[in-house]
């Protein structure tokens, strides 16, 4: 038996037909088509799939699609703007803080929903901010740096170097 | 992995909510942050026919002091523990436990009420609600009935919560000494359950005796333990570092933990004893500031 939703993904509304057991993140990629959002590790582990769900940042694959009706979803896709680029992809481009991408959309949108909260926060509140989100490439210091240099230009603060560091 | 097939129905009052576990029997599951049954149902560890959303009924998220007790509605997000000034000022005990409790994601969805509810030992609050002695409130059709967490907790995944029934609320006795509480527990890595975790609360008088003392246990035993003998040696006791070691070990002796890939029987309890003095002296170190 489906169950018919209504939700708003990146401030467009979608109504859609979902089996009760469809998982949200199987709802964004197959029946709205964004496949920004990533399937990882399918048991809440790695945090490639993580959205904002009213703003808060959840682990779609965790999240069934019938629990997102009447929510508005935010996505990867939904960070830039016809302007360019959003502040935190800014960051995570200029600081290398990606190799193979694949947990970049869900570490920026957790990255989004913690600078939200805390626009100016420390390395160490960082890393536990983004203790959900695994990758496996990077080694974490770079993502670290573009989330600091993020929070500087959301606040209009001097900008970090964006030199890499070569030890 | 997708779940089993299943009917959702999401009632918008308690009233509506009870009349489903009644209509759709045993097999019907009540989801609340639905990061335990969720990735439980995935895995078709557990395909219940229907699931009952409770996110949409008003009024079960609070964090109050009142009528001497500590009240935390049960679907209270973790993540809103972390934040209530009322549990940061005084409440340390969940501030640590809310920290290694999954991760910030789970934590914006995962709620109180539904991580004890669950009914597993390997679950963080279960400890924290034993060391507080908590008493919680169960309702449905016939009203509410208070049980306390001493009497919570039946087996692997039972508890005192009947079929047809809502966990609705956690209270907690307001302290009336000086107070302190601590958690902490090992873990392999970020999100993982504890090797073993320890919860401590107590309380002492302005002559530096102890007058309440509870200790739990996350995940070193079969049932979520409350540590008697420990308590019984720290209620009265001026506190002293004999008294804290004491304590420590009858915590190590009387768990129960069993081998795992976490770690063997005696690593466990040589955790238990390490983590027990630890909090202690953590608890009696914010009793005092």
């Known amino acids: 038996m489906t169950k018919t939703i209504t939700l708003k993904v990146n401030g467009t509304e979608h109504t859609v037909e979902v089996e009760p057991r469809t998982l949200l993140v199987h709802l964004i990629r197959e029946n709205i088509s964004m496949t920004g959002t990533h399937i990882g590790c399918d048991t809440s582990s790695c945090g490639a799939c993580t959205i904002l769900i009213n703003g808060k940042s959840a682990k779609s694959c965790t999240i069934l699609a019938v629990q997102a009706d009447g929510k508005e979803i935010a996505t990867v896709e939904g960070l830039a703007t016809a302007e360019g680029l959003h502040p935190i992809q800014e960051g995570f481009h200029l600081n290398h803080a990606l190799h193979c991408g694949f947990c970049t959309p869900g570490m920026m949108m957790r990255a989004v929903e913690m600078l939200e909260k805390n626009p100016n926060p420390t390395e160490e509140e960082i890393r536990w901010g983004i203790s959900g989100n695994l990758c496996r490439c990077t080694g974490y210091n770079n993502i670290v740096k573009a989330i600091q240099w993020t929070s500087a230009k959301m606040q209009g603060k001097e900008l970090p170097s964006t030199e890499p560091e070569f030890v | ?289």
Do not use: W
């Not at chain 2, 993982?192 to 003392?213: K, L, P």
């Open chain 2, 1 to 289: 992995m997708i779940a089993e097939n299943f009917k959702y129905a999401a009632p918008s009052s308690l009233q509506e909510a009870y009349e489903l576990l009644h209509e759709y029997g045993d097999d019907a599951k009540i989801l609340a942050g639905g990061h335990s049954l969720v990735p439980m149902m995935k895995l078709r560890f557990a395909s219940p026919t229907h699931l009952v959303d409770i996110n949409n009924i008003p009024g079960l998220a609070y964090i109050t002091e009142e009528d001497g007790y500590l009240k935390i509605g049960a679907m209270t997000r973790e993540h809103e523990l972390e934040e209530s000034s009322i549990i940061t000022n005084k409440y340390h005990v969940f501030t640590d436990a809310s920290k290694l409790i999954a991760d910030p994601q789970v934590r914006n969805f995962g709620t109180i009420g539904g991580n004890i509810a669950h009914g597993d030992a390997a679950n963080d609050h279960p400890a924290v609600m034993l060391a507080l002695k908590a008493e919680v409130q169960i309702s449905g059709q016939d009203g509410d009935r208070m049980v306390s967490i001493n009497d919570f907790f039946h087996g692997f995944y039972m508890t005192a919560v009947q079929h047809g029934e809502i966990l609705t609320e956690i209270r907690i006795p307001v302290p009336r000494n000086k107070f302190g509480s601590a958690y902490h527990k090992e873990e392999r890595k970020v999100g993982d359950y504890a090797t073993a975790g320890v919860a401590v609360a107590i309380e002492i008088d302005d002559n530096g005796v102890c007058t309440n003392a509870g200790i739990g246990l996350t995940n070193v035993n079969p049932l979520p333990m409350k540590v008697e003998r420990s308590e019984a040696v720290l209620i009265g006791s001026r506190l002293t570092t004999e008294d804290i070691a004491t304590a420590a070990k009858y915590a190590a002796e009387d768990c129960s933990p069993s081998e795992d890939l976490r770690g063997d029987e005696d690593y466990k309890r040589h955790l238990v004893k390490v983590i027990t003095k630890r909090m202690l002296n953590k608890a009696i170190q914010r009793a005092k500031s």
